[in-house]
């Protein structure tokens, strides 16, 4: 018997509604940075150059902090699998507070920038840095509200034994966490990517 091959849009119809969503978004969030960055590019970033521009050492260690938030996050869906909800809250909360470790770095980032001259009023490149890494805060304090979200209903389950059982063998749970985990991997992906064009423009 012949087997039909499965189409693109009918593989999309068999989504839940909620990855359909994510997906659709993270496409929509990434054709914003990639106009964005193109905007950045065209802004005549060679200007910076006599500005003494140098990337700020905030910027670096966020970049490691985001690298290393990708390592726990990325832990979430194996300890569901394992059926260790402490090892999941533990992973998750690492995640969350390394998001917020990044995200203050950022500000400082921002500081740093001003303390050489490149401020968001000032030449168009300098003010697509701010727009730019301002936009990724945005998008990733968005995962992280819907990982507090998370948390609180893992911390009121964990008092239950019954309702542990129930989450940790609820198969919409497990898609909970991997489209967490895939758009906080994405958020990763984009900073990474600005990071090395900032890097390489200046």
């Known amino acids: 018997m012949k087997k039909t091959k499965t189409t693109w849009f ?19 969030s ?23 521009f140098k990337m700020p050492k905030s910027f670096i260690i966020s970049t490691l902090v985001i690298l ?4 726990t996050v990325s832990k979430m869906l194996l300890h569901f699998k394992e059926e260790s909800l ?4 533990n992973s998750l909360l690492s995640t969350f507070l390394l998001g917020v470790l990044f995200t203050a770095l ?20 300098g003010s697509f840095l701010y727009v730019l890494s301002g936009i990724h805060i945005f998008h990733l304090i968005g995962a ?9 209903k893992y911390n009121r389950t964990e008092k239950d ?37 900032f890097v390489l423009t200046f």
Not at 175 to 183: D, K, S, V
């Open 10 to 28: 009918q593989k999309i119809e068999k989504m839940h509604p909620y990855q359909t969503l994510m997906y659709l978004g993270m496409l929509g």
């Open 30 to 52: 990434g054709l914003i940075f990639l106009f964005m960055t193109v905007a950045f590019l065209a802004s005549g970033t060679g200007n910076m150059e006599g500005l003494g």
């Open 68 to 71: 290393i938030s990708g390592y």
């Open 86 to 89: 402490n090892k999941l809250k």
């Open 106 to 125: 950022q500000f400082l980032g921002w500081r740093e920038l001003g303390t050489m001259g490149i401020d968001f009023r000032g030449l168009p490149s």
């Open 144 to 152: 992280m509200i819907f990982g507090i979200i998370m948390l609180v």
């Open 161 to 197: 034994d019954i309702q542990h059982l129930l989450l940790l063998t609820n198969p919409y749970e497990k898609m909970r966490i991997t489209l967490f985990t895939t758009y906080w991997h994405f958020m990763d992906l984009i900073w990474l990517l600005l990071f090395l064009i």
